[in-house]
């Protein structure tokens, strides 16, 4: 993963995320109004994006090919209704 993709995922994971509020703020302060994909960092700025990525927690990645009713994600309530079939018209 290169610098910037690290730091892109640490802003994604922290992004509203109050378990990493502080070290997310502290990253965003760190970084210039715009990402260069060139950009060289800092290794306090690489180490901000780290702590954000470690306290965030893992992220998955789900294979969801061919599947029906699949619920990705946290806290999520699925309701399923088993209608009739509708009659043909008159």
Do not use: K, W
């Not at 993963?1 to 992004?15: D, H, K, P, Q, T």
């Not at 990645?61 to 699949?70: K, P, Q, R, S, Y």
């Amino acid at each position: 993963m290169s610098a910037v993709e690290m730091i892109l995922a640490a802003l994604r994971a922290g992004a509203g995320n109050p378990a990493v509020a502080e070290p997310y703020a502290v990253l965003r302060r760190r970084l210039p109004p715009v990402l260069d994909p060139g950009a060289e960092f800092d290794e306090e700025t690489l180490e901000a994006a780290r702590v954000v990525l470690r306290l965030a927690g893992p992220r998955y990645t789900v294979g969801i090919h061919g599947a029906e009713g699949v619920q990705v994600g946290d806290h999520n309530v699925q309701i399923l209704l088993t209608l009739p079939p509708l009659s043909p018209a008159a």
